[in-house]
């Protein structure tokens, strides 16, 4: 079965850093563009981090940008979003998704229009 798995969610106090990852069962993550996205109680979903393949060019929502970081370890074939100085409005269940190449001539895959594959979601609460 071709699916994403995240882990790394918990409980952590304001300040705080967690670490999220993405890894591919059935698949590999290598040349897929790989997004994060989040949805809070009684919230919409919000993308908030993407990066692409090749190449590896990363973009935040401003809501994160500065204190997000995502990130791959091929040789892990997992994909990171390093999150800290957390704030009560980062609760949220996170989950990140996977787009193939949107062109078949350079492989170019970026976080653009509806995802192929998606995770379960990992829950953050940051609370004191």
């Known amino acids: 079965q071709l699916q994403l798995v995240e882990s790394g969610g918990g409980l952590v106090q304001p300040g705080g850093s967690l670490r999220l990852s993405c890894a591919a069962s059935g698949f590999t993550l290598d040349g897929l563009a790989i997004g994060w996205f989040r949805q809070a109680p009684g919230k919409g979903r919000e993308g908030i981090s993407c990066?692409?393949?090749?190449?590896?060019?990363?973009n935040y929502a401003d809501s994160v940008k500065g204190r997000f970081t995502i990130f791959r370890d091929n040789a892990k074939d997992t994909v990171y979003l390093q999150m800290n100085s957390l704030e009560p409005e980062d609760t949220a269940v996170y989950y990140c998704a996977a787009w193939t190449p949107q062109d078949i001539t350079t492989l170019q895959a970026t976080c653009v229009d509806e995802p192929d594959y998606w995770g379960q979601g990992t829950q953050v609460i940051v609370s004191s």
């Open positions: 990066i692409s393949a090749p190449g590896g060019n990363t």
